[in-house]
């Protein structure tokens, strides 16, 4: 498999033809969104040659690598051992950085959570080996900033099993957070089916000065567009202030691109994309890079006339632009920080901060840690020392080892702060927070992306505020929710007032990055011989099974298990929290199937009536015992059935309690996708108003799965305990291939099959 200088040589050898072609088609000049996107599919077009793609609608992407993190990677990993197939398709790596907790420090921390997650590290790191993916070993650093670090590359495509894979868009590339069902498509060779993004334009004029850092251009324009603003969109940033954020600042914005909904953000190549490339030994990909400069930026008429060609321009000017605050429990209430003291005032939120916590895959780079060290430097020298717990969460072991050597680790240590291990920590809430007791209203300060309630140190009573690196240590030290660097002072010891100066730092090592030469275990040329290890006791990861073919009969005498009143999102149907350590093991994790799904005929929630015996029990419970009695079952919906997440196991879990149908009033399109890959049946009321007549003691029939064919309506047939009965037609919107999906058992049933043949 082709990878590094290769693949960028591969992917920029048809750029240009591909960009002219997809000129023709679109009739006009192209956003980098466009260029990037035609570069990476055959754009498909009509009659006329003209572009057969638009927006809302989909099409088949081939994108040039997949990054999973830990938690995501096993259940997408057991799945791609179904395929059957010998190695991944493209460039694939896992990064372990999600399961280790925050506790007393680096080197503890990682101790701990090798030793906790032992079974699920041996898995990931043999499948890995395998087929053919980089494995990079719990401590390497956090996948946003090793991917930034290694593999990004301008005008490249990728996907990952994260929100924040978009940090990549700080080198150029488009990268989009996607669920493991996809990736395990990808993986396996087919396309990526996106959704045709809008694209807004953001033009960044002046220059960041001061305490103005690329974290509060983020802050700003989530205030802009809030927390749904760049839905179904690519956030394009241009223009001369662009040019002047270094590429980590750059990865900065595009990272927390992910909180206003945008599918991704994306920066231009630019001189600060050469020089991070250069500095993290990618010489010759730069050289490449800068010989394809003109198809790695939007064509100069878009430049010329925003306006024109992008759905929605916004314009931030740095040289105006204030550090912010944003929170508490979202993003996007955005706060100039000057305006602190008279909110924190009005809002009676705590003035006084508890903890101050910078790092993450968000804002870890070096110039992130030099600046945030200079101020602790500047304080240091004041005779003052952090007020509060100040954590320091280094993004990778590069990033980690170079800050050891240039000295600002030491300054944070003597500050007080407590560097933490190279890995999500207190961002994902793997904090083990013992200074403040659950319940008790607090406000904390972080450089990290998401503030909702409780996800730090789930305490729902913690209101969390973000804000830049160099925002949060100066906070550290004035240890208040309401401080301003520019404009207050803090008492020294001896007793004078001690005025931050601005921040100041490198973007990049003078002396080069000490590379972590030991995160990466590179996979063998030939992984055939290496075996899988899973534990069959284990009760975290199991091998999964493949699921029951279709028998060619139509669906009789099924019950219903579950018939949601309302909302039934994918956390209604397969719950988070504590169940995310069961996600490598299908069969523990359904033991939270439904359990937050409100129950139509009783409004109770997370359980039902079994029709074997007449008793109320858990709705896994209750499909737990059909399974075992042969009974086949269908779960009924609402709207929107399965919004949220597009976790795969949401999909998954159903069917593996012996489920075979999904009715609902509509479908959220992702879910629809998930069910039609694990062979479920989804299934709409041609007449939303059918949804009544189904009872919770009904039989129900689904008749006409011999003629299934795209577009073609089946029926179902209720049978109720009155002895009466009602039918009615169901729609479905599976394509040819989709049916195959059903028919084989699920698509990796499928793609197996055709490996064999
Ligand atoms: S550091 Fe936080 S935002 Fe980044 S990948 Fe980890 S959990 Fe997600």
Redesign the pocket.
């Known amino acids: 498999m082709i990878d590094g200088v290769e693949l960028i040589q591969k992917t920029y050898s048809t750029m240009k033809e591909r960009h002219e072609a997809a000129r023709k088609a679109f009739g006009r000049p192209l956003t980098l969104t466009e260029k990037i996107l035609a570069a990476h599919m055959p754009l498909p077009v009509d009659e006329d040659g003209k572009a057969l793609v638009r927006k809302k609608s989909y099409a088949n992407l081939f994108p040039d690598r997949v990054a999973l993190?830990d938690a995501t990677a096993q259940m997408a990993l057991l799945q791609f051992m179904q395929a059957g197939k010998k190695e991944v398709a493209v460039p694939s790596t896992v990064h372990c950085?999600?399961l280790i907790s925050a506790q007393k420090g680096a080197k503890p921390d990682l101790l701990r959570a090798i030793d906790e997650n032992q079974e699920v590290y041996d898995f990931l790191q043999t499948v890995s080996q395998k087929y053919g993916l980089g494995f990079w070993k719990p401590g390497a650093g956090?996948?946003?900033q090793v991917v930034l670090e290694n593999y990004a590359f301008p005008g490249g495509m990728m996907i990952g099993t994260?929100?924040?894979t978009p940090n990549a868009g700080g080198l150029g590339m488009v990268a989009i957070g996607i669920g493991g069902a996809d990736a395990v498509d990808v993986m396996a060779g087919f396309p990526l089916n996106l959704r045709w993004p809008g694209v807004i334009g953001v033009k960044l004029t002046g220059t960041l000065s001061g305490f103005a850092a690329a974290k509060d251009v983020i802050l700003k324009l989530m205030g802009i567009l809030t927390v749904k603003g760049g839905t179904n969109h690519i956030v394009e940033f241009f223009g001369p202030g662009a040019a002047s954020i270094s590429a980590t600042g750059k990865g900065t914005i595009a990272n927390m691109g992910a909180e206003h909904g945008a599918t991704t953000s994306v920066f231009a190549y630019d001189a600060s994309m050469e020089r991070y490339l250069r500095a993290t030994n990618r010489g010759a990909w730069a050289d490449l890079a800068n010989a394809h400069k003109a198809e790695l930026a939007a064509d100069p008429e878009v430049y010329a006339d925003p306006s024109k060609f992008y759905d929605q321009v916004v314009e931030i000017d740095l040289s105006s632009l204030d550090p912010h605050l944003v929170g508490p429990h979202t993003p996007d209430l955005a706060h100039p920080v000057q305006t602190m003291k008279d909110t924190v005032a009005k809002e009676g939120w705590p003035a006084e901060i508890t903890s101050a916590l910078i790092g993450?895959?968000?804002n870890s780079s070096y110039e992130d840690v030099s600046r945030a060290a200079s101020l602790a430097d500047a304080a240091l020298k004041a005779g003052l020392k952090a007020k509060v717990p100040f954590l320091i969460t280094p993004g990778s072991e590069t990033i980690h080892l170079t800050i050891q050597r240039d000295g600002q680790m030491a300054t944070f240590d003597k500050a007080g702060g407590s560097v933490l291990a190279n890995a999500?920590g207190p961002?994902?809430g793997q904090w083990d927070r013992e200074d403040v007791k659950k319940g008790v209203k607090n406000a904390i300060v972080t450089s990290?992306?998401?503030n909702f309630r409780g996800r730090q140190d789930s305490n729902p009573e913690t209101l969390a505020f973000i804000g830049s690196p160099e925002q949060v240590t100066a906070m550290a030290f004035s240890g208040r929710l309401d401080f301003d660097p520019r404009r207050d002072s803090i008492k020294t010891p001896d007793g004078k007032d001690f005025k931050f100066p601005a921040p100041s730092g490198d973007e990049l090592p003078k002396q080069g990055f000490l590379v972590d030469k030991d995160g990466l275990i590179r996979p063998p040329a030939d992984g055939s011989k290496v075996s899988v290890a899973v534990d069959p006791k284990s009760k975290r990861i199991a091998l999964l099974a493949p699921f029951t073919a279709w028998d060619g009969k139509d669906i009789t005498g099924a019950r219903v298990l579950m018939k949601a009143k309302g909302k039934c999102t994918t956390d209604h149907i397969s719950a988070a929290g504590k169940w995310l350590t069961f996600r490598g093991h299908l069969d523990n994790i359904a033991n939270n199937t439904f359990i937050g799904a409100t129950n139509a005929f009783s409004d109770k929630i997370g359980e039902g009536k079994s029709l074997l015996d007449g008793s109320t029990k858990s709705y896994p419970d209750v499909a737990r015992g059909y399974k075992a009695a042969g009974v086949p079952w269908i779960a009924v919906g609402d709207e929107n059935y399965g919004e949220g997440s597009s976790r795969e196991h949401a999909a998954m879990q159903p069917r593996h309690l012996g489920g075979k149908a999904i009715l609902v009033r509509s479908f959220a399109r992702i879910h629809e996708s998930n069910l039609k890959k694990q062979g479920m049946l989804p299934l709409t009321f041609a007449n939303p108003a059918d949804y009544d007549k189904v009872k919770e003691d009904d039989l129900v029939d689904i008749v006409g799965l011999a003629a299934l064919a795209p577009g073609q309506q089946l029926t179902v047939k209720l049978t109720h305990a009155d002895g009466t009965s009602d039918s009615f037609p169901v729609n479905h919107t599976m394509s040819g291939e989709q049916i195959e999906y059903f028919k084989a058992g699920s698509a990796l049933n499928l793609v197996a099959k055709q490996q064999k043949s």
């Open positions: 993190q950085d999600h956090i996948i946003h994260d929100s924040h993450s895959c968000t999500c961002c994902i990290f992306n998401r």
